[in-house]
């Protein structure tokens, strides 16, 4: 019983973290934003995020990447808003 209890927990963590978000905040827009597991964020690279307020999910390019005391720190080249936004994002 108890090796069954084990192996079902090991299955709901495995389908749990494909679920899991980055969560973070864009002060300027009051806007909080999630980045889907499974996109690797670094300089150069296009992810897609979403957009808490707005509702909506939105292509944007990372330009730099900042580790910071709570987490870190994501600026972006949003298109979908033709702007650059930066994200405080959780640890």
């Given at each position: 019983?108890?090796?069954?209890?084990?192996?079902?927990?090991?299955?709901?963590?495995?389908?749990?973290i494909?679920?899991?978000?980055?969560?973070?905040?864009?002060?300027?827009?009051?806007?909080?934003?999630?980045?889907?597991?499974?996109?690797?964020?670094?300089?150069?690279?296009?992810?897609?995020?979403?957009?808490?307020?707005?509702?909506?999910?939105?292509?944007v390019?990372?330009?730099r990447?900042?580790?910071?005391?709570?987490?870190?720190?994501?600026?972006v080249?949003?298109?979908?808003?033709?702007?650059?936004?930066?994200?405080?994002?959780?640890?």
């Amino acid at each position: 019983m108890k090796k069954l209890i084990i192996a079902a927990a090991a299955v709901a963590w495995a389908i749990a973290i494909p679920a899991m978000a980055w969560d973070g905040f864009d002060w300027k827009t009051a806007s909080g934003v999630e980045i889907q597991q499974g996109h690797l964020v670094c300089g150069g690279k296009f992810i897609e995020i979403y957009d808490l307020r707005t509702g909506q999910y939105h292509d944007v390019k990372v330009e730099r990447i900042e580790s910071t005391i709570r987490g870190a720190e994501v600026e972006v080249y949003d298109y979908t808003t033709n702007t650059y936004r930066t994200f405080e994002m959780e640890d």
